[in-house]
């Protein structure tokens, strides 16, 4: 009977990277994924690496900063031993107020923008006169990265089960034995939950995960310079990609598990886009997507060791599961492996909502 050292329920860019670094420390590793790798909020992410400001909690604030450090190291690793191009950009971000709270955020690394250097900077963009800030932070493409990830994880020795949804976790005496999906069961004395919205269907314990809707839509440029930066205004933001791709995004619905898409939103997105920048108008849609954000009811995500021994979580990441990917995986590997944690996880404990728990053999 095959058994792992550690099994990981869910494929997404958290699951895939906390695998790649616990199989790094020497750990046997099994991804249980219920649909296929990466094709959940991974797949529907924008994929700005937005590291504070005002939609960052700030508890989360020290987290999401030493997250985007880590960017490019992990960015580059993924790349290289993956052979596939993950995108990272690091041009910057045009803002368009309001930028609420930008001046009191120290990590804000804020530049005002007169109108001439913003025309300068991105000559299709429409202004109107309107205060700009440039912003230092990057963007990568999710696709990409999480794609880089799966290949990386397979390449280390990660084995992956795609088209398994677990049930449960299987406990035996009160501590982890395996996981239970619809078509058989896995063996393993530690098991971490990274199932994203999906996190609180697995028994025994329910989290109190729920998912976001975002949608969104992918534009082909009339050229390829026509954007360079990424551009955040109240109504819509633009991510640019290397190869032409414009992001037009995105909504945040509370619509349960409904992925469908709205004619009306979209039309929405798609002239606010216009409205920035013209030239859009001669833009190809690529397509259009919605994904489902992991939140929870504090908008922190759920990490670390639960009430149940060898049970760990790391989900409920919302709109930053992405940009929190290098440092998810380093603290949560530094958990199941019985490591000092380089940070205070205890904001974001499994243990701060009261989770209902029934034992399953």
């Not at 109108?115 to 999710?142: C, Q, T």
């Not at 397979?154 to 949804?165: A, F, N, P």
């Not at 944690?341 to 034992?359: K, M, N, Q, V, W």
């Amino acid at each position: 009977m095959k058994t792992w050292d550690v099994i990981v329920i869910g494929g997404g860019i958290i699951g895939l990277s906390l695998a790649i670094e616990v199989r790094k420390r020497g750990a046997t590793v099994l991804v249980v994924e219920r649909g296929e790798p990466g094709r959940e909020a991974s797949h529907a992410a924008g994929g700005m690496l937005v590291d504070s400001g005002a939609e960052t909690p700030a508890a989360l604030q020290e987290l999401a900063i030493a997250s985007a450090r880590m960017y490019p190291e992990f960015a580059q690793e993924l790349q290289v031993e993956s052979g596939i191009f993950v995108d990272l950009r690091e041009q910057g971000a045009i803002v368009f107020p309001p930028l609420e709270d930008a001046r009191q955020q120290p990590a804000f690394k804020v530049e005002s923008l007169p109108s001439a250097s913003l025309a300068e900077l991105e000559p299709a963009l429409v202004h109107h006169e309107r205060a700009a800030f440039f912003l230092k932070e990057r963007s990568i493409d999710p696709r990409a990265i999480t794609a880089a990830a799966l290949e990386t994880a397979k390449r280390r020795g990660v084995d992956v089960s795609s088209g398994e949804e677990v049930t449960a976790v299987n406990l035996s005496e009160g501590k982890v034995h395996g996981v239970t999906s619809r078509k058989t069961s896995y063996f393993a004395k530690k098991v971490v939950n990274c199932a994203g919205a999906w996190s609180g269907q697995i028994a025994p314990h329910q989290f109190p995960t729920r998912p976001v809707k975002g949608q969104m839509l992918c534009l082909i440029a009339p050229s390829r310079g026509t954007l360079t930066h990424v551009i955040r205004s109240p109504d819509v933001y633009l991510i640019p990609r290397s190869d032409g791709r414009i992001l037009v995004g995105t909504t945040v619905e509370e619509a349960g598990f409904d992925k469908r898409t709205d004619v009306a939103t979209i039309q929405r997105l798609h002239r606010a886009a216009i409205t920035l920048i013209p030239e859009l108008r001669n833009a190809k849609i690529l397509e259009d997507w919605a994904g489902l954000r992991p939140g929870t009811p504090d908008s922190l995500p759920i990490l670390g060791e639960t009430s149940t021994a060898g049970y760990y979580v790391a989900t409920g990441h919302f709109r930053d599961g992405i940009l929190l990917a290098p440092i998810t995986a380093r603290i949560v590997a530094q958990v199941i492996t019985g490591e000092n944690c380089d940070y205070d996880l205890s904001a974001f404990s499994p243990t701060r909502f009261s989770i209902g728990s029934s034992e399953h053999h």
